[in-house]
């Protein structure tokens, strides 16, 4: 197949990658010996207008803007014309949803194009931002996805937010995991390990600095590692500086870390923790329960596969004192090893070998 997919974020962006794209290259790489894949990218200062990264073909199109906001405007603009040009040219196309780019793709019909959807946020916009620009956000979200005829969900709770057309051609396919996290050997250190991007109201990372410092009361001896980058690092240094000394002293910011960094601070971890408002199917959850540790999670919806495998515990989402008190039952509990192989157990079946499999039977049914 030649295969056209928009991904909003790539390898080297400026404005940083995550989740979305994280997925996109670990499925890629493993089908790119066997079909022709060009992945259609926003652009970025500095961006080159074409080439190969990671093995695979890179287009930009869009603003080489520093705003965000007129970047994704930019990109959605440039990639729908893309699309409606050039579109005959492949067997399929793949949309990357984000409800910040109005590409109205729903329409176009010259070729079978499919939806990917990574999570919901909902009213959660009206926390983050002001009314008038999260109103257009939540708008586009709640009608965009059900008006497109094939629609792939990270997770079975994502899928559930969405009101779909009986007709809608809709599938599940997970995040996955590198099978060699499998065998890895869990250690165990003195240490509470957050690791994602630092996106202070979408991961709650202000609510896990106030759980962390009635936490530290308690179990002084146990530190907190922050890792990972993102634009809220101001904004979260600012914050940071607002905890008392004493339980600043206990707090670790490791920055980005690379993938043998990120497994090291897996492995050693007491447990890890993923305070999030809102989230997709959590690839560092995956990898923890890969790395058979214990996790705490939020109660939503999307974070719930935790819970239930056996893994992890879940405390009131946005509520500081239910986390700090879950954190401590933890700490406290001779279970963790338990639950940690609890999880590598369950989440075995979701090596990204698979994840791609299922995904390409998916694109070749349509």
């Known amino acids: 197949m030649k295969i056209l ?26 089908l790119k010996g066997h079909h022709d894949i060009t992945l259609l990218c926003r652009s970025y200062p500095h961006a080159p207008k074409e080439g190969e990264i990671e093995g695979l073909r890179h287009v930009f199109v869009g603003l080489r803007s520093e705003s ?16 409606r040009r050039h579109g005959h040219d492949y067997d399929i196309i793949v949309e990357e949803f984000s409800p910040a780019l109005p ?32 109103a257009p956000l939540y708008i586009m979200e709640r009608y965009r996805v059900p008006a ?10 994502a899928k559930a937010r969405y009101n779909l057309r009986g007709s809608c051609n809709a599938t599940v396919i997970s995040n996955g995991i590198s099978k060699e996290l499998l065998e890895v050997k869990p250690g165990c250190s003195d240490y509470i390990l957050y690791l994602g991007r630092i996106d202070i109201h979408h991961k709650g990372l202000d609510v896990l600095l106030d759980a962390y410092a009635r936490f530290c ?31 600043r002293r206990n707090i670790h910011c490791a920055g980005w870390v690379d993938t043998q960094g990120k497994t090291a601070l897996l492995r050693d971890a007491l447990f890890v923790v993923a305070p999030s408002r809102y989230e997709t199917q ?9 790395c058979a540790k214990a996790v705490v999670v939020s109660d939503i919806p999307e974070l719930r596969y935790a819970v239930d495998c056996g893994a992890g515990l879940s405390f009131r989402s946005e509520d500081a004192t239910s986390l700090a008190t879950i954190m401590a039952q933890l700490a406290s509990q001779d279970r963790i090893e338990e639950m940690g192989a609890k999880g590598r157990l369950w989440v075995s079946d979701y090596t990204w070998d698979k994840v791609s499999l299922n995904y390409e039977r998916y694109l070749m049914s349509l």
């Open 103 to 134: 590409t109205f793709l729903d329409s176009y019909r010259d070729r079978p194009l499919a939806l990917q959807v990574q999570g919901y946020t909902g009213r959660q916009y009206f926390d983050k931002y002001r009314a008038l620009y999260a």
């Open 282 to 290: 959590n690839i560092v959850i995956l990898e923890a329960l890969a």
């Open 68 to 83: 965000l906001l007129r970047a994704l405007l930019g990109y959605a603009w440039h990639a729908s014309l893309f699309v």
């Open 5 to 30: 997919h928009l991904l909003y974020e790539s390898s080297g962006d400026y404005f940083g990658i995550g989740g979305v794209g994280r997925r996109a290259y670990e499925i890629y790489t493993r």
């Open 148 to 157: 497109y005829s094939n629609v792939i969900f990270v997770s079975e709770a």
């Open 217 to 247: 009361k308690v179990f002084p001896e146990v530190r907190l590692i922050i890792a990972g980058s993102g634009r809220d690092m101001d904004k979260f240094n600012a914050l940071l500086g607002t905890v008392p000394q004493a339980v």
